[in-house]
């Protein structure tokens, strides 16, 4: 009988099998039992990074979403969902100058305290510093790991991505792709100044 691959994770004491995801969310509900380890992949298409990023293979992400409870004053408890996890995948993102597609590596891992809208960011029992976690928040009572995903992917896209150190860019006036497509444009726009003056010569009368 053949058995599915597993990866192992430093957050996880046991390697669990690899399974292909559409969503993953966490409810605070389950969480209140037990933690959730998890190892997944999202395929393309999963999730949706708008037009900074496509996902060109498989996005996988394990790690351990758990529970942890602050107490603001003897009967106030807030339910936070920490969320720790690696990703890695495959991406294409626009030239900074000719927007052409480049592919891109992205990996990261994330360490993140979700707390519930509204909740007041008081001092928890369990102290974590902030160089360790970052604070976002959850809805009805639960968390989407997709959601998650995008955003560490977004932050992890590099400021600027060039196809090539010399990219050529766009035309700015016709729009071809100098790189591929020479065009009869002024390599410059001429100055409006000379231009003015150019009219009233044709005005006077030599």
Known sequence: ??????????????????????????????????????????????IDYVEQ????????????????HEHHGPKQIISDIRL??????NFEVPCARCVEPVATSLEGDFDLIFRPVGADSGPSERSITAEETEIGYYQKDSLLLED???EQVLLSLPARTLC?????????????????DPCSCEQ????????????LRSKVKL
């Open 188 to 199: 410059e726009a001429s100055d409006p100044r000379w231009e003015t003056l150019a009219g």
């Open 84 to 89: 720790r996890g690696h990703f890695a995948g």
């Open 164 to 180: 090539k150190p010399d990219c050529k860019g766009l035309c700015p006036r016709c729009g071809l792709n100098r790189n591929t």
């Open 1 to 46: 009988m053949n058995r599915p691959a597993v990866d192992s994770h430093p957050f996880i004491d046991a390697p669990i099998p690899r399974a292909y995801a559409k969503t993953m969310e966490f409810k605070v509900i389950e969480l209140e039992k037990e933690p959730i380890d998890f190892d997944l992949q999202f395929q393309p298409g999963s």
């Open 148 to 150: 998650v995903l995008r």
């Open 53 to 68: 990023a496509v996902q060109s293979g498989p996005l996988s992400t394990s790690g351990r979403a758990e529970v942890l």
